[in-house]
């Protein structure tokens, strides 16, 4: 897999998912406003993804501050971080990365300048590092949930193009294949974006592991057939209660699967786990551009001129509809979240 993103030669480097899958295009970007554009415009996307490009841009950021004593570097940085805050307001992971540098930054303030951009840097670079780490140990959980011989619905994309590698949902089915489980995998097309068709299926058949797209509104039908064993998503944000906002559409497929019998199964890291805000009911849900919805790609419209639109990016999904969240530490029910992660 070409890396979603990474520090190379002073710069944060993306694969432009925006381009994906008829280009593959790296985004290079040398500075912490066009790492904040390439987190709106989807450029990068997914939740720990962005967690770990936000951590970059603060550091790419403070690296090009010119300050001659601490109290001006820290004020820079703070609105740097700020700008990178603003990008996007579901995903959790952003801030948490963005925190994680505050830390660091307040951490810093007996060192010189140059020395406390380095220690940024580093901190990013760690985040990086860590995500990878968190999502093998969650592929290793989860594996553990899928027999050989079974399907697996997944939506939207939480594989190697949401993290920093690997993956979460598709971490756990990755695992899975790497144990030598013969599975197979469909992805539903995940509109209006397409993450799921544009990104799902190409990750998958990159790593050459058995993959079918259908469209959104087929699951149901298809688990009535019984041709779905089970379905491993991500998140965005999951409350303390256990309710978990992710892509709009998985509350559909949470529901389905109750209706039909099937393990519904959320994979996260516990960045993603925001003990302060209580329910679902308390996550902001992004609002997006109705060109979304009202064409594809922007270029093809495929509704009239002038129609009103609604295009949340997320939904949440109740925790009662939740079979189990696999994380780094375990596989938990999702009223244990609140004990474990404290």
């Known amino acids: 897999m070409v890396p979603t993103v990474e520090w190379k030669d002073g710069a944060v480097c993306l694969l432009d998912q925006s381009r994906l899958p008829g280009t593959v295009e790296i985004l290079t970007c040398r ?19 962005i967690g770990v490009t936000a951590a970059l841009g603060v550091a790419l950021g403070a690296l090009s501050v010119r300050a001659t004593d601490y109290a001006s570097f820290a004020k820079a940085v703070g609105e740097i971080c700020n700008h990178l805050a603003a990008t996007r307001p579901t ?41 990878i780490a968190l999502c093998k140990a969650m592929g290793k959980h989860g594996a553990e949930l899928i027999r050989d011989g079974q399907t697996v619905l997944t939506h939207c994309n939480a594989g190697a193009l949401a993290t920093a ?28 974006v397409l993450q799921g068709a544009r990104l799902t299926a190409w990750e998958l058949m990159q790593d050459h592991i058995p993959v079918t797209l ?15 064993h089970l379905c491993v998503v991500g998140a965005d944000r ?62 093809h419209p495929v509704a009239p001129a002038g129609v009103r639109v609604y295009n949340p990016a997320f939904d949440v999904t109740p925790a009662e509809l939740i079979t189990a969240i696999i994380t780094e530490r375990g596989v938990f029910k999702p009223s244990e979240l609140a004990d474990r992660f404290r």
């Open 31 to 49: 500075d912490y406003r066009a790492v904040a554009d390439a987190i709106r415009e989807l450029k990068v996307r997914g939740a720990p993804a």
């Open 91 to 131: 995903a959790v992971n952003l801030f948490w990365a963005i925190e994680r540098m505050k830390r660091k930054l307040e951490a810093s303030t007996s060192l010189s300048i140059p020395s406390a951009q380095q220690a940024l840097l580093a901190e990013a670079q760690a985040i990086l590092r860590e995500d």
């Open 238 to 299: 999951i409350a303390a209660n256990g309710d978990v906002a992710n892509k709009i559409g998985t509350y559909s497929v949470a529901v389905l699967a109750k209706a039909h019998g099937i393990p519904f199964y959320v994979a996260a890291p516990y960045s993603t786990i925001d003990l302060k805000t209580k329910t679902g009911a308390d996550i902001p849900i992004e609002q997006r551009n109705p060109l979304e919805v009202t064409s594809i790609h922007g270029s």
């Open 214 to 228: 259908i469209t959104d509104n087929m699951a149901g039908s298809l688990m009535r057939q019984g041709k779905i």
């Open 165 to 192: 590698g690997y993956g979460t949902a598709l971490g756990v089915i990755r695992a899975a294949w790497e144990q030598g489980k013969t599975i197979q995998v469909i992805a539903d097309e995940t509109r209006p």
